[in-house]
């Protein structure tokens, strides 16, 4: 069965360092990934999505992710962080075995300091 | 983008009462929606996936009972938990299916149950 471990809970960062949100995933087969960004009390916005396409995969508001079979991880990244990326990320795979259901990972919430 | 749209976006009832969350898929027609509850400081744990016509299926766990899923037409799903109690507090999202399998999610109501 198709799975992500989000390592990090809780990332705070400055405004204007990198941010880095890391996720491994576990899958029996070619996994789809995706990450979500949930601001409080709203419903997901997909960032970006890996479906067996090229490596790094460009999202919105400057984020991007790198999909590495080697490691089995599919981090977050952005250059440098604004206010207005505080929130909570969540990492997810599509579960094939199971009718495509979208599995997530546990959340990890970005603070960013000012 | 696609939209989905969810009313009401928050609700209070009594315990005993019944209260029915709408989720409505406003540019395109989902065949499949699915519903996921979301406690605080918790991911997103899918509910149930509804497809148009026919009846829903529920992830192990879920009473089917109390939570009741109609999915009537292509473009609406709505939820509807029964004699609600203050432990069905939570904030319930649904997330419409296109063509593409990729799912978009609705803005998510806060049922609060006195």
């Known amino acids: 069965a198709q799975s992500v471990t989000q390592l990090d809970s809780h990332v705070s960062v400055s405004e204007g360092t990198p941010v880095l949100l890391r996720c491994n995933y576990s899958s029996s087969y070619s996994p789809s990934l995706f990450w979500y960004v949930q601001h409080p009390n709203k419903g997901l916005q997909l960032l970006l999505k890996y479906t067996s396409a090229a490596t790094l995969v460009k999202g919105i508001n400057g984020f991007e992710a790198e999909f590495k079979k080697s490691e089995t991880s599919f981090h977050l990244t952005k250059p440098s962080a604004h206010m207005s990326d505080a929130a909570e990320y969540f990492c997810?795979?599509?579960?094939?075995?199971?009718?495509?259901?979208?599995?997530f990972g546990a959340g990890t919430i970005l603070r960013v300091k000012s | 983008g696609a939209v989905v749209s969810q009313h009401p976006s928050w609700v209070i009832c009594k315990s005993g009462t019944s209260v029915k969350i709408e989720c409505r898929s406003l540019d395109f027609q989902a065949t499949t929606m699915f519903w996921y509850r979301q406690f605080p400081k918790q991911s997103l744990m899918l509910m149930a996936t509804s497809n148009e016509g026919s009846k829903a299926t529920y992830e192990q766990g879920v009473e089917k009972d109390k939570f009741l899923i109609n999915h009537a037409s292509l473009t609406l799903s709505t939820l509807t938990v029964t004699s609600a109690h203050p432990e069905d507090s939570s904030f319930y999202i649904c997330?419409?299916?296109?063509?593409?399998?990729?799912?978009?999610f609705g803005p998510g109501t806060r049922l609060t149950v006195l």
């Open positions: 997810v795979v599509i579960n094939m075995e199971y009718g495509n259901k979208l599995v």
């Open positions: 997330s419409a299916s296109d063509l593409y399998n990729e799912q978009f």
